[in-house]
Nanobody, 117 residues
Framework: EIQLVESGGGMVQPGGSLRLSCVAS????????MTWERQAPGKGREWVAT????????YYADSVQGRFTISRDNANDIVYLQMNSLTPEDTARYYC??????????WGQGTQVTVSS
């Protein structure tokens, strides 16, 4: 069964950090680009970051550039999202997806991140 399972969310104060993890199973992880998106309450899904296969090139939304880092561990089939300098505007449910752009065809169940004092 193809599966993505996110973890690492929680509540953090503004300025804090969290690291999200997404464990993949059921497919050859190293062959796929991986993406993080998020959805805040009452808003649509927002693309956050993508990491590509091969050289591991990364791209970020302007809203998180310089604060978030996406990385991958192909030996253990995990994609990470390191989030620093968090603000209340980062409060959302975060999802990892297999693929990039319009080619994302598998999503995890998400992990909730709440930034509040």
């Amino acid at each position: 069964e193809i599966q993505l399972v996110e973890s690492g969310g929680g509540m953090v104060q503004p300025g804090g950090s969290l690291r999200l993890s997404c464990v993949a199973s059921g497919f050859t992880f190293s062959r796929y680009d991986m993406t993080w998106e998020r959805q805040a309450p009452g808003k649509g899904r927002e693309w956050v970051a993508t990491i590509y296969t091969g050289a591991g090139t990364t791209y970020y939304a302007d809203s998180v550039q310089g604060r978030f880092t996406i990385s991958r561990d192909n030996a253990n089939d995990i994609v990470y999202l390191q989030m620093n300098s968090l603000t209340p505007e980062d409060t959302a449910r975060y999802y990892c997806g297999r693929g990039s752009g319009s080619l994302i065809n598998i999503w995890g169940q998400g992990t909730q991140v709440t930034v509040s004092s």
